[in-house]
């Protein structure tokens, strides 16, 4: 054999104590975790942005909006969804252009005014989201969707809106 053939297979990397090794994992780690956290962070924010225009093609060709329209959600207190639809679907609904002709209304279930509104069925599931026209109940939207997934239901409800 010759002496580069020794001098190859004799080669061996240099190694890294322990604590080298472990100090640039975990700052590896710690580093994969703050970009997670951050991104989780932005994520109802950016989602919402990202489904804010829920223009009919009412607006688009010019006509009047539907008057006498109304969003009524139905809550009960103490419910978790509910307060994760307030926190991530309201704020984006108010920053969008239909909340000017649709207004949003929240009403507990054990109030008064829940007995009065005259809906098609009774609620079974909250937050349940109902879109009225002259008081008449054009459709519904039951549970917690999230801000994307609500929006596309009520685009769906607004497509029944005579």
């Known amino acids: 054999m010759s002496a580069r053939h020794n001098e190859v297979s004799n080669y061996q990397p240099a ?14 780690i710690l580093a994969t975790i703050l970009m997670l956290g951050l991104t989780a962070l932005n994520m109802p924010r950016a989602i919402a942005a ?3 225009d829920i223009n009919t093609t009412a607006t688009l060709t010019g006509e009047q909006p539907k008057t006498n329209l109304q969003l009524v959600v ?20 108010e920053t ?17 005014a829940y007995d009065e509104l005259g809906l098609d069925s009774p609620v079974d599931m909250v937050p349940t989201t109902v879109l009225l026209q002259n008081n008449r109940e ?13 929006f596309h239901a009520f685009n769906h409800l607004m497509a029944r809106v005579n």
């Open 15 to 28: 190694r890294h104590p322990p604590s080298a090794l472990w100090a640039d994992m975990t700052r590896l």
């Open 50 to 52: 990202h489904d804010i």
């Open 74 to 93: 139905l809550e009960a207190p103490g419910c978790t969804y509910c307060n994760l639809f307030r926190r991530y679907v309201v704020p984006a609904y």
């Open 96 to 112: 969008s252009p239909k909340s000017r002709s649709v207004p949003i209304k929240f009403i507990d279930l054990n109030d008064k």
């Open 138 to 150: 054009v459709g519904r939207i039951p549970g917690y969707l999230g801000p994307e997934n609500f």
